[in-house]
């Protein structure tokens, strides 16, 4: 969620590559910029947002860009339970390489035959504006006992799709929840469990699991962590993720290995995945353009 972080300002890189042994390696980037107390307004959230996508032997490319707002709603006096809410407006582009498709009508009864017409495959679908909305609870008991649940919508709006004459659709609506912790077992050790459940139309999926970290120095400005995490994707693959963080920076690494019927296609070798995040937590004083002097003299 925009703003929901503690700090001032917030980057995030993303990289994954998936199904190294596919002929077309899926690929996604994300790219995004978030400030909590946007231009000191209290509770404000704003961001930006770039997400590059490609998938399969048409090379289906989705670029999106996106503008997120927030505002925090504390429910109690001492902050231990709040409310952030979100709306998110994008505009999203889709193409793909029409030349590259196959259809259920060049297979002869044999094989497939390239030279049996397929259906007109258009390259792009368009510019279309998307719609999100969400909110996120928060409980913070203390430092050492923090809990977190949301749920985002997305395309709202089901802005429509095409890429073959005549026939045309509409991009169902996306429903995200997630759950969240962080939990100290020692003064140096936590665990940060989550589960993130998505549902499209008639596909979903669940991923579940668990990081274990360990503090070397928990001052702000020299923060010293390592973690190592355990995930689980659906009834499809086994997550293991390593990473550090370093005064305001978060590095990880993830990799996944399918261990369901689709490893005879990907050769167990699933995605990797690395996330870089820098916090920024606050700005430097502005500095006075005159001395004060002492008034003794």
């Known amino acids: 969620m925009t703003g929901n972080f503690d700090g001032r300002y917030r980057v995030a890189f993303n990289h994954r590559q998936q199904w190294q042994s596919f002929i077309n390696p899926f690929q996604t980037t994300s790219i995004g910029v978030d400030a909590r107390d946007f231009l000191n307004l209290k509770n404000f959230g704003l961001g930006l947002n770039f997400n590059y996508d490609q998938v399969g032997t048409t090379n289906f490319k989705t670029?999106?860009?996106?503008?997120?707002?927030?505002?925090?709603?504390?429910?109690?006096?001492?902050?231990?339970?709040?409310?952030?809410?979100?709306?998110?407006?994008?505009?999203?582009?889709?193409?793909?390489?029409?030349?590259?498709?196959?259809?259920?009508?060049?297979?002869?009864?044999?094989?497939?035959?390239?030279?049996?017409?397929?259906?007109?495959?258009?390259?792009?679908?368009?510019?279309?504006?998307?719609?999100?909305?969400?909110?996120v609870y928060n409980l913070d008991i203390s430092r050492s006992l923090r809990f977190k649940a949301g749920v985002g919508i997305y395309n709202l709006n089901q802005p429509a799709i095409e890429f073959t004459n005549g026939a045309?659709?509409?991009?169902?609506?996306?429903?995200?929840?997630?759950?969240?912790?962080?939990?100290?077992?020692?003064?140096n050790w936590f665990l940060t469990p989550g589960m993130i459940h998505s549902r499209q139309g008639l596909f979903q999926e669940t991923v579940f699991g668990t990081e274990i970290n360990y503090e070397f120095d928990a001052a702000l400005y020299r923060y010293r962590a390592v973690f190592v995490g355990a995930w689980n994707r659906n009834d499809d693959a086994a997550i293991a993720d390593v990473g550090f963080y370093y005064n305001s920076w978060r590095v990880g690494f993830s990799y996944d290995v399918n261990y369901s019927q689709l490893e005879t296609a990907s050769r167990n070798r699933?995605?990797?995945?690395?996330?870089?995040?820098?916090?920024?937590?606050?700005?430097?004083?502005?500095?006075?353009?005159?001395?004060?002097?002492?008034?003794?003299?």
Do not use: M
Not at 171 to 186: E, K, S, W
Not at 270 to 297: A, D, H, M, Q, T
């Open 270 to 297: 699933g995605g990797w995945e690395v996330s870089v995040i820098y916090i920024l937590r606050e700005l430097l004083p502005k500095r006075s353009n005159y001395k004060y002097c002492p008034n003794f003299l």
């Open 63 to 135: 670029i999106q860009f996106s503008i997120p707002v927030s505002y925090r709603i504390g429910i109690t006096k001492d902050s231990v339970h709040s409310i952030t809410l979100g709306a998110q407006a994008g505009l999203e582009s889709q193409s793909l390489d029409g030349s590259q498709s196959t259809f259920g009508s060049q297979f002869n009864g044999n094989r497939y035959d390239g030279d049996n017409a397929g259906e007109n495959v258009s390259g792009s679908s368009g510019v279309n504006p998307v719609f999100a909305a969400g909110a």
């Open 168 to 187: 045309g659709g509409q991009l169902d609506r996306r429903f995200n929840y997630h759950l969240g912790a962080t939990v100290y077992l020692t003064p």
